[in-house]
């Protein structure tokens, strides 16, 4: 760890060929298997630790504590975090901008360096990572593995982005001068960050922030701030100077909102709901007593996400897409299927399919590696189950629909369907954030089309189809960031998936895609008359 007042060293390192996506771990290898029960017992006697804010590289405590708890046995803490708050704002913010006077100058290349040695550093304790998500957040294994990679794909995507925005040109030279264009950084930002990707889009935002030379306010998630600390830690190792990212979990009320709209900030990344992402947009674009910037807001917030299954679809292919896309991490995704669309000649022969396959699905304690863990905690539950309550009441229950009791209390929730909703229903267009599927019945593809597109949102979509016309016809007018073809609306690869979407879905930003350095740099034309 870094020792205060003292910026350790960063290694230099340089990309290893061109970019490719960290492989998924095989877990049907018994190798693989043994090490990730490995890592789960040795971290099973390492929870309940305290960790400390870090601030310009100093360790502080608070009165109030935030303790982060397992959602699958409540009673179990995963760590005890200082509680931000007022007191720590001002001392946050002049940390990231003393800090911002040399980092902003350092080289790129040093930049680069930091984010690959943190690479380096995860890949070799990918297990413990995995084993940190599943007991924080109630990840399985799969889907802790995928965002443990998610995390280092991002780390490594970023370093190349990074080196190819510092290498940019003016279209032309023109004649008579030396053109140059050049990506500065911003500034000090927010970055505010989600409890369902708590490594990976908590990593991605401020790896992207610092690799473009800004400075960091990190408030993670109250759900997941053990995550974020440990990836602070792991940033230290790889030679993170101190102030450049400041390690605050704390209340959003306060600290958070008192961040955001701080004159010095200057920009906000957030990933969460729609409603916290409005409010952060709201507090941002009203100026305060000597800002001289507007803020700039990156926004990835909801979706209420569909699948279209038309009548010429693989039947097998679509039902698994939609249970996969539906029920992953219990549905908490914002890029999870939360309506499936199905045309009228296949709809019946589909529910039923899709009924058998939702009963083989297993429900209970990620350690074991079911197929869905917990919910993240019992005010989300309550919610899921007033959905739920409001489901029954427009279309017909056809799986779930129960929380199940646990010796420990978890916070578990069946998978659940409903059939035949209509298109306006308010499970059909609010969104819920668990795993709650809809079914609707359409008579065409048209109409199938008109109803995905029905939400205010356009995060992800999908459509199965073998009709060339319907992929053509998809692919201009279905109005979402992301969509997929004859495969599941979730799992956006770095590189290859670039991540973000339209509407109250956010401020159209793309994560993991060429683009997305941009929105923490500006551009500065600069010409010298020859």
């Not at 600290?255 to 969460?272: D, L, M, Q, S």
Request: glycine share 10%; aromatic share 8%.
């Amino acid at each position: 760890m870094a020792i205060a007042g003292v910026s350790p060293t960063i290694r230099p390192r340089a990309p290893q060929g061109a970019f490719s996506n960290e492989p998924f771990t095989d877990f049907s290898d018994p190798e693989n298997a043994r090490s990730m029960r490995r890592a789960l017992d040795h971290l099973a006697i390492h929870l309940g630790v305290e960790y400390n804010l870090i601030i310009g590289g100093k360790r502080l405590k608070t009165t109030e504590k935030i303790r982060s708890i397992n959602p699958t046995r409540p009673a179990q803490i995963v760590g005890i975090h200082q509680k931000a708050g007022a007191a720590q704002v001002e001392v946050a913010m002049s940390a990231a901008l003393r800090a911002y006077e040399s980092w902003s100058r350092t080289t790129t290349e040093e930049r680069v360096s930091l984010l690959l040695g943190a690479a380096e550093i995860i890949r070799r304790r990918k297990f413990e990572f995995m084993a940190w998500l599943t007991y924080e957040v109630g990840k399985n294994w799969a889907e802790a593995d995928a965002d443990v990679g998610e995390t280092i794909d991002f780390l490594e995507f970023y370093a190349r982005e990074a080196l190819r925005l510092a290498a940019a040109t003016t279209p032309i030279q023109y004649p008579g001068e030396r053109n140059e264009l050049l990506y500065i950084p911003l500034g000090v930002g927010a970055v505010i960050s989600p409890w369902n990707f708590p490594f990976a889009i908590m990593a991605g935002m401020t790896a992207a922030a610092i690799v473009a030379g800004n400075t960091v306010i990190l408030k993670p998630s109250s759900d997941s701030p053990t995550i974020a600390a440990r990836f602070v830690e792991v940033l230290e190792e790889a030679g993170l100077p101190d102030g450049v990212v400041n390690f605050c979990p704390g209340s959003g009320s306060s600290f958070g909102n008192a961040i955001v709209e701080h004159p010095k900030t200057r920009f906000i990344a957030f990933t969460g709901s729609k409603a916290v992402g409005l409010e952060i947009h709201e507090r941002a674009a009203h100026p305060q007593p000597g800002q001289i910037w507007i803020k700039r807001t990156i926004l990835e917030m909801g979706g209420k996400d569909s699948i279209l299954v038309c009548a010429d679809a693989d039947l097998d292919a679509a039902i698994d897409g939609v249970v996969a896309s539906a029920f992953g991490f219990s549905g908490q995704k914002c890029s999870a299927c939360s309506r499936a669309i199905i045309e009228a000649p296949l709809y019946d022969v589909f529910v039923e399919r899709l009924r058998e396959r939702v009963a083989e699905l297993t429900v209970g304690d990620p350690t074991a590696n079911p197929n869905m863990g917990p919910v993240i905690n019992q005010a989300s539950l309550d919610s899921m189950l007033r959905s739920i309550e409001i489901g029954k009441k427009e279309g017909k229950l056809i799986a779930g629909g129960n929380a199940p009791t646990t010796a420990d209390g978890g916070f578990f929730l069946e998978p659940t369907v409903f059939a035949d909703v209509a298109p306006n229903a308010v499970i059909a267009q609010e969104e819920i954030f668990g795993p709650v599927l809809a079914l609707i019945k359409v008579a065409s593809f048209e109409e199938g089309l008109r109803v995905a597109n029905d939400t205010e949102y356009g995060l992800t979509g999908s459509i199965y189809s073998t009709d060339r016309e319907h992929l053509n016809r998809a692919r201009r007018d279905f109005h979402v960031g992301n969509l997929y073809f004859n495969r599941k609306c979730t799992g956006a690869m770095v590189g290859a998936h670039p991540f973000g979407g339209f509407n109250m879905s956010g401020t159209d930003s793309k994560a993991g895609g060429p683009d997305y350095l941009y929105l923490f740099t500006q551009a500065k034309s600069v010409s010298e008359k020859l």
